[in-house]
Structures are given as C-alpha cells and as structure tokens.
C-alpha cells in the first residue's frame, strides 16, 4: 500500500481558498487517489477521487501532477462548517479481494471567522 | 444520504462480557469493513469483508470477531470485553470497484 503524508493541521478564515497538498511517492500504476472529511463523532465521508490531471465536483476540486507523487485538495471559499479532518488515502479500486484503504493521521483544518 | 446503520449507538458494560456490535446496509454492497478509531486519532481497519463467507483481518490486531452471512449484516463480536477495548466502531460499505466508502454513525462503547 501506498504510504501518504499530509500535514497535521492547517488554519484558514472564512471565505479563502484551502489547499491540502498529500504526498504518495510511492504510489502504484493501478492506484486511485481518494479524499475523505471527517467531523468530530461521525464517521468519514467521501470527498472526491481522481487518477491523474485534475477532477473537480461541487464541494471541492483534486489537482494531480503527471508523476503522480502528490495531489493537492483544494476547497474553495471555505465557511466555517468545513473545519473537520481531511484525510488522503491511496489504493487500487480493485474488483476483488485484496483491496482495503489505510487512515492516515489526516489534517485537522480549522476555519476562523 | 448512506443507508448504513448501526446499534447500538452508545454501550457501557462491564469488563467480560459478551456484547455483538450490529452492522447493516441496504445498499447491496458487497464490501463491509470495520475500524476502530479513539477520540481524535486516527482510524484503524480492524476486520473487512468482499461478499458473503469472505472475512479478513485488517491492520489492527483486534480480539474482536466478525461473520458475513448475508450480504446487508456485519455484525462484529467482542467474546470478553476489556477496558482496553473503549472506543468508537465505525462500520463502512462500499461498491466492488469503487473507493468510495459510506460509513455508518458508529458505535461509542465503554468498557469498565
């Protein structure tokens, strides 16, 4: 499995652009990139996924360079509900046994006003 | 929003007692998967599964037990319930070919 680092935290104000940068250099021909966001006692809930180039949805955009040795989540105009966990993961979206996604320690986005 | 539940939402027991924490989706995936993850750190893979009969272990050593026998139910199964086993379960499925995971509210229990 592809390890990943990211930051631990990162702090924004309302209204800015934040952007996550994760690093995965080692990651594999067959692997997807995928972003979940997690508030404090609930379970983590899908993002956004993306192979190469870039992916854009209507919560947030993945921008992947051509090594694909990082990718960067880019949240646009945060507010202050978007303060929550945000965690890379790198894996295989494979048809059968075998594929399973590690947590990181993710980063802790706080949102000022 | 995910049809995935679990219950009980909360358990407090006592150290040696048999407790099952219910899993259920009614989304037909075939994919089911459990973590354990303690206030504000990170989420651990404990046990998943592919289908029906298929049951793995994840990263996490757990004592903890699992079956499939229908493809909506994972019910995970601690046999003696220690203080060491105070966390929050969360219960997650997903589509095979996907990594899009939907995750259940979880279950907080307490062991004392």
């Known amino acids: 499995l592809a390890k990943t680092t990211q930051p631990i935290s990162m702090d924004s104000y309302e209204g800015q652009e934040v952007n996550i940068t994760c690093s995965h250099n080692?990651?594999?021909?067959?692997?997807?990139i995928t972003w979940y966001q997690q508030f404090p006692s609930q379970g983590p809930r899908f993002i956004i996924q993306?192979?190469?180039t870039k992916v854009t949805n209507e919560v947030a955009s993945l921008f992947i360079p051509a090594d694909r040795k990082s990718s960067t989540l880019s949240l646009p105009r945060v507010s202050l509900s978007d303060t929550a966990v945000y965690y890379c993961?790198?894996?295989?979206?494979?048809?059968?046994?075998?594929?399973?996604?590690?947590f990181g320690g993710g980063t802790r986005v706080l949102v000022k006003p | 929003e995910a049809d995935i539940y679990q219950t009980p939402r909360y358990l407090v027991i006592g150290t040696g007692k048999k407790i099952t924490l219910e899993c259920s989706q009614t989304?037909?995936?075939?994919?089911m998967y459990w973590y354990q993850q303690d206030p504000g750190m990170e989420l651990h893979l404990i046990h998943y599964?592919?289908?029906?009969?298929?049951?793995e272990k994840g990263d996490l050593s757990s004592e903890s037990t699992v079956s499939r026998i229908r493809t909506e139910h994972f019910p995970l199964t601690l046999e003696s319930a220690r203080p060491s086993h105070t966390s929050q379960y969360l219960c997650?499925?997903?589509?095979?070919?996907?990594?899009?995971?939907?995750f259940g509210p979880g279950t907080r229990l307490t062991v004392l």
């Open positions: 080692n990651i594999a021909t067959n692997d997807y």
């Open positions: 599964s592919y289908g029906v009969n298929s049951t």
């Open positions: 997650a499925s997903a589509v095979l070919g996907s990594n899009e995971q939907f």
């Open positions: 993961l790198v894996g295989a979206v494979a048809q059968a046994a075998g594929n399973k996604l590690t």
């Open positions: 993306g192979y190469k």
């Open positions: 989304m037909g995936h075939d994919k």
